[in-house]
């Protein structure tokens, strides 16, 4: 069934020697029907002025092998199908090749940002910007990109932490606020929808909410095995910074600090609330973040990558500038991140993500009556995590492949936390 999203990266990639050696098969094949061909068109010519057999014979033995040779799926038919599939896996396997010297020219590096005001410009909702400017950034996303690469003049995430550093970051306090069973964090997760509904359901909750989900598995042998799905929401206050202690964790300085790879306050109570919930090194983890909350996702499964601690073996992100970001990433982590065309959130960085084989990107124009809209969980990414769960991409399907234990358990618990800071 097809559907509207477009899937980049993913585990999925093109091997430029085998495609110029499927090339050179699909030649080797024109040339031998070529060979073939011509030795039947000299039998049907010898069969039709044979004296041998009678001229009624003669003919339809001509007929049948110029049938063979000239009929729409015949062997002339095929030798040209031969050449023209040769011709265009060489012409693509040459392009491929052009692509990869040309990306070699231009050494990844990070970007500059336009300041704390392009994050608060790209989540406003529709009460604080009219009508006509909410519609041409949704139409042009974009120029969001454009902009933070224009105001760049170094590296983005020295820029992002001297930015940051002005919103003081103080330390996590956590406190249990109970299990929770009611909608999504009740229900055991079947697919990326419902991993996605669980994020915005957490994402409902008060600023600094967070979740840890139990998803307990039981194989036909009768063995138990235990994953965890951690719910990070995003940015929720866009206060100027002010030089007092802000206690909310999911607050402009902490995306600051995020988009710099920096460890934050939020990433810390992430963390505490993991070990609060009772999250064991062998259990799998799957870090679920949107827009800011996807930046923490990101560094803390980067952060824990040499931590005996906890095994983050997933992450998925919604509406998050991580392009920056991924590269610190090491690829024995899978990532999901969606991307919404119209959303200008995920261009803050200035940076597309990465196309490697643990890293898929789903992108797809899902339009919404507003900017909120367009960045909303509820109205841009769940209904995009449904899209995906019914596409028959290959990379889409070896991450939903690869997440097994996430998604067919036979029991769950979800235990709900508040981070502050103090």
């Known amino acids: 069934m097809s559907t509207p999203i477009k899937v980049r990266g993913g585990d999925v990639l093109v091997d430029i020697d085998d495609l110029r050696a499927c090339a050179k098969i699909l030649a080797t094949a024109a040339k031998d029907e070529t060979s073939l061909t011509s030795r039947l068109r000299t039998a049907a010519e010898l069969a039709r002025t044979a004296y041998s057999v009678d001229q009624l014979s003669a003919v339809d033995t001509?007929?049948?092998?110029?049938?063979?040779?000239?009929?729409?799926?015949?062997?002339?038919?095929?030798?040209?199908?031969?050449?023209?599939?040769?011709?265009?896996?060489?012409?693509?396997?040459?392009?491929?090749?052009?692509?990869?010297?040309?990306?070699?020219?231009?050494?990844?590096?990070?970007?500059?940002?336009?300041?704390?005001?392009?994050?608060?410009?790209?989540?406003?909702?529709?009460?604080?910007?009219?009508?006509?400017?909410?519609?041409?950034?949704?139409?042009?996303?974009?120029?969001?990109?454009?902009?933070?690469?224009?105001?760049?003049?170094?590296?983005?995430?020295?820029?992002?932490?001297?930015?940051?550093?002005?919103?003081?970051?103080?330390?996590?306090?956590?406190?249990?606020?109970?299990?929770?069973?009611?909608?999504?964090?009740?229900?055991?997760?079947?697919?990326?929808?419902?991993?996605?509904?669980?994020?915005?359901?957490?994402?409902?909750g008060q600023a600094g909410e967070v979740d840890v989900r139990f998803v307990t598995s039981v194989d036909a042998a009768g063995t138990t095995t235990r994953s965890a799905i951690v719910d990070i929401p995003g940015t929720k206050d866009w206060a100027a910074p002010s030089g007092r202690l802000n206690p909310d964790v999911v607050n402009v300085g902490t995306d600051l600090r995020a988009l710099a790879g920096d460890d934050t306050t939020y990433e810390e109570g992430v963390k505490e609330a993991m070990r609060q919930a009772g999250v064991r090194p062998d259990d799998k983890v799957m870090l679920v973040g949107h827009s800011g909350g996807g930046m923490v996702a990101v560094n803390l499964a980067s952060h824990l990558s040499n931590s005996r601690e906890f095994n983050v073996t997933h992450v998925v992100t919604a509406g998050a500038p991580i392009g920056i970001d991924l590269h610190r990433l090491p690829s024995r982590t899978k990532v999901l991140a969606f991307e919404n065309h119209r959303d200008a959130v995920p261009q803050l960085d200035g940076e597309a993500n990465v196309e490697r084989g643990d890293v898929t990107t789903v992108a797809e124009d899902r339009i919404g009556k507003d900017l909120e809209d367009d960045h909303s969980l509820s109205a841009a990414y769940v209904p995009m995590a449904a899209d995906a769960d019914h596409s028959d991409d290959p990379s889409v399907r070896q991450f939903v492949d690869s997440a097994g234990g996430f998604l067919d358990g036979t029991s769950v618990e979800t235990h709900r936390y508040l981070i502050r800071r103090g």
């Open 62 to 204: 001509a007929r049948g092998l110029n049938a063979v040779i000239s009929d729409a799926g015949g062997i002339a038919t095929t030798l040209e199908r031969c050449r023209q599939l040769s011709q265009a896996a060489t012409t693509a396997a040459d392009r491929y090749a052009d692509a990869d010297k040309e990306a070699a020219k231009w050494p990844t590096k990070d970007h500059g940002l336009l300041g704390n005001f392009l994050l608060f410009l790209g989540e406003l909702g529709g009460a604080d910007l009219n009508q006509a400017t909410q519609d041409f950034l949704a139409e042009h996303p974009d120029l969001v990109g454009l902009a933070v690469l224009f105001a760049a003049k170094g590296n983005v995430a020295a820029t992002a932490r001297r930015l940051g550093n002005a919103y003081p970051d103080g330390r996590a306090i956590v406190t249990e606020l109970g299990s929770d069973t009611s909608g999504a964090a009740g229900l055991l997760p079947r697919s990326l929808t419902d991993v996605m509904s669980g994020l915005s359901q957490r994402n409902e």
